[in-house]
């Protein structure tokens, strides 16, 4: 009887033994019948299931998704996910099955348990993305105001762009959803507000001046500078220069050849006639009290405005700018008809405001005459080239009054106009031809025969020359 029992104590003590000994070594598996997506993970060891889901991953990482974008309505050509940037996180769904063991095939298969596939974002480049975006959605629109009678105004369509940060949890929204990415898109700052916008309620300044619609070459310079500066908005504190926004006066831009004032003459230059139009321009700011930081005056006096008032412009060397000092947004507009020019600056006005401009210490000198040699013209000929026009100077002020007082005189500098001289063209001096003279012949002497008394003296004879 004690044998029998010895050998049963010892038989269990080894049984026990060897249980311990298995359950040492054997590692934890993931509980019988998981479902990891599509992806059956039961009964495995965690880095087996691991491999499984990435094997799983593999084929659908190249499965490209549909891109759209609804804030633009635009669609785009597919992308993988890879290239999206999102991966599958294996390690971070394997971590959270729950494990099993021997006691699963104690108690029977348990029921079915589907976990989710998560993902990641994997740092991809998004550059390429964020190209194709732009390249689909276009270039921002800009605020545009014109004159029609009234103010008229288009609100700015903002830049859109990528917002990388967001691409990956819309990739994942689509990898768990319908497989289409609607694209996450961020609206920058509006340069001009539509609130602000909508303070363009009325024109603070007009300035008219004329030109003959008959010279069609400096028409078209006058139509074509004035275009590109139609509907210009200018944010307080913003400047507007003529030469950066009408650009270099070039054939190639449309510019024709046209007169020009060139150091106190009259030429001709691809261009002309844009004076009058940073002229017009440069009124119209005056009298909406707006700041002159640079302008200059001609070299002549120019005829569609009072002497002071003209501002000229010289791509490269002279600019014509002015600044926005009101408290809104201010707009530049102007039309142009066949002989008429107007521009208009759009705001808000201010109650009791009234503008002057008057010019004081005018002076002038005179320049002289210039003759030049012209050996084409027939002798004595003149021929004047240039009538010439004395110096002149004047200093302009701007008077600002508040309800009918005068608060400010701003002077807006000396205007200085050189002139030039008469300049005549002269011909060869008229030189009047001398007559010939004729030179008589020399006188024939004939001596007579000389007598044979000598001694005596021989008188000689005059004989008149013979005429052939």
């Not at 099993?100 to 550059?127: F, H």
């Amino acid at each position: 009887m004690n044998k029998i029992l010895l050998a049963f104590l010892f038989s269990t003590a080894a049984a026990g033994a060897g249980l311990c000994v298995v359950a040492a070594r054997q590692v934890p598996t993931i509980r019988a019948n998981v479902f990891v997506g599509p992806v059956a993970v039961g009964g495995l060891e965690p880095e087996e299931a691991a491999k499984r889901i990435r094997g799983w991953w593999e084929g659908e990482r190249v499965k490209k998704l549909n891109l759209v974008c609804s804030a633009t309505k635009a669609t785009l050509p597919g992308m993988t996910p890879g290239q999206m940037g999102v991966t599958v996180d294996d390690a971070g769904i394997v971590a959270e099955l729950p494990r099993g063991g021997m006691t699963d095939s104690l108690s029977g298969e348990p029921e079915r348990l589907d976990v989710p596939i998560k993902y990641k974002p994997n740092g991809a480049n998004l550059v390429p993305l964020s190209t194709m975006l732009k390249a689909k959605i276009g270039p921002p629109r800009p605020a545009k105001v014109r004159w029609v009678g009234a103010v008229e105004t288009t609100p700015e369509t903002t830049v859109l762009r990528l917002d990388a940060k967001a691409v990956p949890d819309a990739v994942i929204a689509a990898l768990e959803g319908d497989r289409t990415v609607d694209l996450p898109v961020m609206e920058g700052a509006k340069r001009v507000p539509d609130e602000a916008l909508a303070q363009m309620k009325e024109v603070v300044a007009e300035y008219t001046t004329t030109f003959p619609a008959s010279n069609r070459p400096r028409c078209s310079n006058i139509k074509l500078a004035a275009s590109k500066l139609n509907g210009v908005i200018l944010m307080p504190g913003e400047r507007l220069s003529f030469n950066g926004t009408v650009g270099r006066r070039t054939l190639r831009a449309g510019f024709k050849l046209a007169g020009v004032y060139k150091q106190g003459k009259h030429d001709v230059g691809v261009g002309g006639g844009i004076c009058q139009v940073s002229t017009t321009m440069y009124n119209a700011a005056l009298f909406a009290n707006l700041k002159i930081v640079q302008r200059s005056n001609h070299s002549l006096p120019v005829a569609y405005v009072p002497l002071g008032r003209d501002a000229t412009v010289d791509y490269g060397s002279i600019d014509f700018v002015f600044e926005n000092t009101t408290k809104v947004p201010i707009g530049v507009v102007n039309t142009y008809e066949p002989g008429r020019l107007t521009f208009r600056i759009l705001g808000q006005k201010e109650p009791g405001l009234k503008v002057k401009v008057v010019q004081e210490g005018h002076s002038s000198w005179g320049r002289g005459e210039q003759t030049v040699y012209d050996p084409s013209l027939r002798p004595g000929t003149r021929r004047v080239i240039e009538h010439g026009s004395p110096g002149r100077a004047v200093r302009s002020y701007r008077l600002v009054y508040r309800n009918g007082q005068l608060v400010e005189r701003q002077s807006l500098g000396r205007s200085s106009y050189g002139g030039g001289p008469r300049i005549v063209a002269v011909g060869p001096a008229y030189r009047p031809q001398p007559k010939p003279t004729v030179q008589p012949k020399s006188p024939v002497v004939v001596q007579p025969p000389v007598s044979s008394d000598a001694g005596a003296e021989v008188q000689p004879i005059d004989v008149a020359p013979v005429e052939p």
